[in-house]
């Protein structure tokens, strides 16, 4: 608890609240939580609830986890009703997982609780019946079923996230979903599971939770390879970011910063989890091309001749040729290509201008010429954000696009730039660092003709 910042500790303690005010409710309304007819059942969904969350699959976001657990409180809702719902919700505080903290443990079973509960409430609110099913009038079960699961699914992944947000000020993009709609239908399909549990129950009773243990597992290891699948792919982007950097000893961490300004500009501007996703990725691929550069032209002491220059201005190309090849980069391919057109049509591979230019290239332009310029060089320390910041807005209607200027600054306002650690100098036996740099707008590289 300690450990939490105020505003998420004043969270957690609003959610337990909630979900304690909603159980005293039914006790002082109704006497009971659940009929002694009900107890049996209740213990076998808990059973069920508490195997399934114990066994969560682990997500890229510090200490978060799924589960498809949630279908045993929606198989209460049918069974025993919202009190039944919250109760099974609530033996996830009794969770065996290892090394799950207290706090974690009010926390889930809580909310779990909570979402239970509103569920149930919505569920017999549209005329669901509570109990077992009757066989012949199963069909009436689904509608009201339908609007609990699109109640509970959603209600339980906002509270999750923003508990996540308050905590570890995890940025929505960095949710390892590929797309928060792609994620919420799947979610909402293992919702089924509890609809099964319950029909299964009116003719095979309490061995229906055993029955449906096979398809919630076979749930979990799908979302076990989706989490496999997002290592993986971070995996890929960070080791040609390792391969790039090595060739310039001033610029290690600039794929990764880059990449963290344009999210920035990205959300100001609005854009949707999947195109975040995308430009994450752009930004820290942008500069892959320089493994196709001569290292001796990338850091080239002095002019350059026409040819060595030409070879710089087509590493955007060459970045293109080296990750055509993987298919879950989407938009990012535009970002990789253009990120060095200028708005005035100046610029290259293309010389495209304005609007021609693709909006992830018009963002990373100005996430790459930031960070270049608040960074040491060899050949100078890192500038004032104050003063890139100027630099930008110098370039804004020539360099750069005047809208991811403004949307960049806005960002700045509301989450203050971290400048990177001193650069140490190379050790004696390292090549000799490059005095240019061709992302920062304060430095043109000259070039030197007829040479």
């Known amino acids: 608890m300690r450990d939490l910042p105020w505003p998420a500790r004043g969270y957690l303690v609003a959610v337990i609240g909630a979900a304690a005010a909603l159980i005293a409710r039914s006790v002082v309304t109704s006497g009971h939580l659940v009929t002694q007819d009900d107890l049996g059942v209740l213990l076998v969904l808990a059973l069920l609830f508490l195997v399934c969350e114990s066994m969560p699959t682990l997500l890229n976001v510090e200490q978060f986890?799924?589960?498809?657990s949630f279908s045993a409180s929606l198989a209460a809702v049918v069974l025993i009703g919202p009190e039944g719902a919250a109760l099974v919700g609530l033996?996830?505080?009794?969770?065996?997982?290892?090394?799950?903290?207290?706090i974690k443990r009010l926390f889930n079973g809580a909310q779990f609780a909570i979402c239970g509960y509103a569920a149930g409430w919505v569920y017999q609110w549209l005329g669901g019946a509570v109990g077992v099913p009757q066989v012949n009038r199963f069909d009436h079960l689904i509608g009201p079923y339908a609007a609990a699961t699109a109640v509970f699914v959603p209600l339980n992944i906002?509270?999750?996230?923003?508990?996540i947000g308050l905590?570890?000020?995890?940025?929505?993009?960095?949710?390892?979903?590929?797309?928060?709609?792609?994620?919420?239908?799947?979610?909402?399909?293992?919702g089924t599971f509890g609809l099964l549990v319950a029909g299964l129950w009116a003719t095979v009773a309490s061995i229906s939770a055993v029955l449906v243990l096979l398809p919630l597992f076979v749930a979990?290891?799908?979302?076990?390879?989706?989490?496999?699948?997002?290592?993986?792919?971070?995996?890929?982007?960070?080791?040609?970011?390792?391969?790039?950097?090595?060739?310039?000893?001033y610029t290690r961490g600039h794929c990764t910063r880059v990449s963290l300004a344009s999210t920035m500009i990205a959300q100001e501007i609005g854009m949707g989890l999947e195109r975040l996703r995308a430009i994450r990725y752009a930004g820290m691929l942008h500069d892959v091309g320089k493994l196709g550069v001569p290292t001796k032209v990338l850091q080239k002491d002095g002019p350059l001749t026409e040819e060595e220059f030409a070879a710089i201005q087509l590493h955007p190309m060459r970045g293109l040729e080296i990750v055509r090849g993987i298919d879950f980069l989407d938009e990012a391919y535009a970002g990789i290509m253009h990120h060095h057109e200028r708005h005035d049509g100046k610029g290259y591979p293309m010389g495209l201008a304005g609007d021609e230019i693709p909006e992830f290239a018009r963002v990373i332009a100005v996430a790459d010429a930031f960070d270049s310029m608040t960074s040491d060089r060899s050949y100078r320390g890192a500038r004032p954000v104050e003063v890139a910041v100027q630099e930008l807005h110098k370039g804004a209607g020539t360099q750069f696009d005047p809208v991811m200027v403004t949307a960049f600054t806005r960002a700045l306002e509301r989450e203050p730039w971290q400048p990177p650690r001193r650069v140490e100098p190379p050790p004696p036996d390292a090549a000799e660092p490059p005095t240019k740099d061709h992302d920062d707008p304060t430095m043109p590289i000259q070039v030197v003709s007829g040479q």
């Open 91 to 102: 033996t996830a505080v009794l969770s065996v997982r290892p090394g799950l903290p207290l």
């Open 220 to 249: 979990r290891w799908a979302f076990g390879q989706y989490h496999a699948q997002q290592r993986s792919y971070d995996a890929t982007i960070a080791a040609l970011c390792q391969a790039v950097e090595t060739k310039d000893y």
């Open 65 to 68: 986890a799924v589960s498809v």
């Open 167 to 190: 905590a570890t000020r995890v940025r929505g993009m960095e949710v390892p979903m590929r797309g928060m709609v792609q994620f919420l239908l799947s979610y909402l399909g293992y």
């Open 158 to 163: 906002l509270l999750t996230l923003t508990m």
